[in-house]
C-alpha cells in the first residue's frame, strides 16, 4: 500500500499532493481529513501565533486539501469527503476557543461545499465526535505555544478509538451527512 504523507500546516503543497495521490492511485474515490490540533488555554493569555497556528492547520489546511481534490471529483461527477471536525464545532468550550473557531468555520465551509457540488455527485460527511480516547489533549497547544505534555481526563475517558473508527466508517458507508 502507498503512503501519502502531508503537513495540514502547508497549504501551499495541497495541489501537489492531490496531483500525486490521483497519479499513484489512478483516481480519487474518498478523502478523509482527521488531522488537527487542539488547544487547552484561556483567551486572555493566548498568545495571537496560537490562533493563527490553529486556523492554519486546522481550517486552511483542510481546506487546500480539499479544494485541491474537489476539480477531480467534479471531473469524475464522484467522490466523497469525510471531514472529522468534534462537537465543539457545534458549540464552544471553556480552554478551547481558538480549536471551537476552527471547528466551527468547517461546518460552515463543508455545509457550502455539500450545496454547491451536490449536483456534481460530491458527496460530504461530518464527522462530530465527543471526546476520544487519543493523543491530542496530550499534544494540545497552551497559551505560549508550547504542548500540554499530559491529557485530560475527559479525554482518557472518552471513546476508544478503534469504536470511533467503526461509527465513522458506518457514517461514511451509509453516507450520512
Given at each position: ?55 492554519q492547520v486546522n ?54 461545499l455539500r450545496m ?22 496530550k499534544n494540545a ?37
Open positions: 500500500m502507498a503512503v501519502l504523507p502531508l503537513a495540514l500546516g502547508d497549504h501551499r503543497a495541497m495541489e501537489g499532493i492531490a496531483r500525486q495521490a490521483v497519479s499513484i492511485f489512478g483516481k480519487a474515490d474518498l478523502l478523509i481529513i482527521n488531522g488537527g490540533i487542539s488547544q487547552r488555554s484561556l483567551i486572555i493569555d493566548t498568545h495571537m501565533e496560537v490562533y493563527q497556528q490553529l486556523i481550517y486552511i489546511g483542510t481546506v487546500a486539501l480539499t479544494k485541491a481534490l474537489l476539480p477531480y471529483f467534479v471531473l469524475r461527477k464522484s467522490g466523497h469527503f469525510v471531514t472529522v471536525t468534534s462537537l465543539m464545532g457545534k458549540f464552544g468550550t471553556p480552554w478551547r476557543s481558538g480549536y471551537c473557531a476552527a471547528k466551527h468555520a468547517l461546518h460552515g465551509f463543508f455545509d457550502v454547491e457540488h451536490e449536483k456534481d455527485g460530491v458527496c460530504v460527511t461530518m464527522v462530530c465526535p465527543g471526546f476520544v480516547n487519543t493523543g491530542a489533549a497547544l497552551t497559551a505560549d505555544g508550547s504542548t500540554k505534555g499530559s491529557n485530560d481526563r475527559k479525554t482518557a475517558n472518552g471513546m476508544e478509538h478503534d469504536r470511533f473508527a467503526r461509527k465513522m466508517i458506518a457514517a461514511i458507508e451509509k453516507r450520512e451527512i
